[in-house]
């Protein structure tokens, strides 16, 4: 049974930074796309980064430059470094585990497994 468990959301100012992790087990890690996504209230789930098997990376526009995906397969742990912080990254994040069609086009109900997510506040 796959498990995903995220950790390391808090609240920080405008600006700041946040180091996301997901701890993986259950299934053989390296040969998945994993990704984060978030949800902010009232809004509509957004994904935010994805990392497939080779490394390729794909990050919302929104991100890009400011946050950084990465993983360590000895690990079982994916990452997402976020910095330059703004109040509109305010969001609960979730880890995901799928096919690259599935986090490609972010079809969250194509997902193999998720997280219970981390919440991030970030304050202006």
């Known amino acids: 049974q796959v498990q995903l468990v995220e950790s390391g959301g808090g609240s920080v100012q405008a600006g700041g930074s946040l180091r996301l992790s997901c701890a993986a087990s259950g299934y053989t890690y390296s040969s998945y796309c994993m990704g984060w996504f978030r949800q902010a209230p009232g809004k509509e789930r957004e994904g935010v980064a994805t990392?497939?098997?080779?490394?390729?990376?794909t990050y919302v526009h929104s991100v890009k430059g400011r946050f950084t995906i990465s993983k360590d397969n000895a690990k079982n742990t994916l990452y997402l470094q976020m910095d330059s912080l703004k109040p509109e990254d305010t969001a609960m994040y979730y880890c995901a585990a799928g096919s690259k069609w599935a986090l490609f086009w972010w079809d969250f109900n194509a997902l193999d497994a998720w997280g219970q997510g981390t919440l991030v506040t970030v304050s202006s």
């Open positions: 990392i497939d098997s080779d490394g390729s990376t």
